[in-house]
């Protein structure tokens, strides 16, 4: 069974740096496209950092690119977004997905049509 855990989440400041983990169980890593995905109050869910794996490539939304990282620990089946320059429009609840590798199907297009697994999430609350 496939199970996704956030943590990490909490307020901070604009301007400040936060990193959210996810704990993953139940798949491999290589066999997975994994993500990271945001849903703020009263809009809808936005992709905003995934990878396939296949090409080594990472898809990040516009919004966040240059100030998110995402990344992975295979060993401890986690994955990782490090956020900085944290602005108040960040503020929202972030997820973790995962979804099981299609040929065909590149980083984005798993940001844009969402994954199979889903985290319970964690509230990042950036204040101005």
């Known amino acids: 069974e496939v199970q996704l855990v956030e943590s990490g989440g909490g307020l901070v400041q604009a301007g400040g740096s936060l990193r959210l983990s996810c704990a993953a169980s139940g798949f491999t890593f290589g066999d997975y496209a994994i993500g990271w995905f945001r849903q703020a109050p009263g809009k809808e869910r936005e992709g905003i950092s995934c990878?396939?794996?296949?090409?080594?490539?990472?898809y990040y939304a516009d919004s966040v690119k240059g100030r998110f990282t995402m990344s992975s620990d295979n060993a401890k089946k986690t994955m990782y977004l490090q956020m900085n320059s944290l602005k108040s429009e960040d503020t929202a609840v972030y997820y973790c997905?995962?979804?099981?590798?299609?040929?065909?199907?590149?980083?984005?297009?798993?940001?844009?049509?969402?994954?199979?697994?889903w985290g319970k999430g964690t509230l990042v609350t950036v204040s101005s």
């Open positions: 990878t396939s794996g296949r090409d080594g490539s990472t």
């Open positions: 997905a995962a979804a099981p590798l299609f040929p065909t199907y590149g980083s984005s297009r798993y940001c844009a049509y969402g994954m199979d697994y």
